[in-house]
């Protein structure tokens, strides 16, 4: 059984960091893993992907609006995924979820493990 637990929300200004982690429970190392994020009235949305195999069109994969200023990482010998993420902006506003998938990653309906999520405000 799949278990993730996300820390690092916050508020911070805008341009500030913020470093959100994923504490990953049972064997994911060859699971895809990536993060997501859902603001109020919207539809929920991937921020950046890590994908062991590549089997879904790249290794590392980030939203446009992201890229630039996010960086996913992942450390297996502490079972956590990392998000870095830089020069926020009030548009970054959302509850980010962490989540994994074995096998194809690319839709929200892909992945059939979630965190709970943390809640990132951007003022």
């Known amino acids: 059984q799949v278990q993730l637990v996300e820390s690092g929300g916050g508020s911070v200004q805008a341009g500030g960091t913020l470093r959100l982690s994923c504490v990953v429970s049972g064997r994911t190392s060859n699971y895809c893993m990536a993060w997501f994020r859902q603001a109020p009235g919207k539809e929920r949305e991937g921020v950046a992907r890590f994908d062991v195999d590549g089997v879904s069109g790249g290794r590392i994969q980030y939203a446009d609006s992201v890229k630039g200023r996010f960086t996913i990482s992942r450390d297996n010998a502490k079972n956590t995924l990392y998000l870095e993420m830089n020069n926020l902006k009030p548009e970054d506003t959302a509850m980010y979820y962490c989540?994994?998938?074995?096998?194809?990653?690319?839709?929200?309906?892909?992945?059939?493990?979630w965190g709970q999520g943390t809640q990132v405000t951007v003022s």
């Open positions: 989540a994994a998938a074995l096998g194809r990653c690319v839709k929200v309906a892909d992945f059939g493990y």
